[in-house]
């Protein structure tokens, strides 16, 4: 599985909204984007995540950055989970994991000291350029958004 390093183009996209609508990397262009994979809405590390991305919105967005949540989930879910956890972020469906395998967020991965194959946790900070700034793969979900946060002056 190929994995994204900093410098390198990040994949173009577009997917699905929980609107209804879609939403791609390219309405982003000249802006920084934080796009974070996550397994499944509403599960414990995930709402853990997906809130705490949620809580720092305003100083990703005083940063003059966008953040964005990919998970196979479709849009009702999506909705569910927004509305019952009040989330802020975007999120967006990638049922097919075309976009997830295309940044190395997709594949084989140890959990609980079996392999499986699926979502790996992972982080990317994408800038003007369209160019990854920086990668973190296979994150905890506790505290991570606020480490993206604090590293966002260093990238």
Not at 79 to 93: M, N
Not at 95 to 109: Q, S
Not at 111 to 118: A, Q
Request: negative net charge; proline residues 5%; charged residues 25%.
């Amino acid at each position: 599985m190929p994995r994204l390093e900093n410098g390198d183009k990040a994949p173009d996209f577009t997917l699905p909204d929980e609107h209804g609508g879609s939403v791609g990397l390219s309405d982003y262009a000249g802006r920084r984007v934080v796009v974070y994979f996550y397994p499944a809405d509403d599960t414990p590390g995930c709402t853990k995540e997906a809130c705490q991305f949620s809580d720092l919105l305003t100083g990703f967005t005083t940063s003059s950055v966008d953040v964005i949540g990919i998970s196979p989930d479709d849009a009702k879910s999506h909705a569910r989970f927004r509305a019952k956890h009040g989330l802020k972020v975007i999120l967006l469906s990638d049922p097919t994991h075309a976009v997830m395998e295309a940044y190395g967020a997709f594949g084989e991965k140890t959990l609980y000291g079996r392999k499986t194959v699926g979502v790996i946790r992972s982080t990317f900070l994408i800038g003007r350029d369209g160019q990854v700034e920086r990668a973190w793969y296979n994150v905890r979900a506790d505290g991570h958004a606020a480490k993206v946060l604090s590293e966002l002056a260093s990238a």
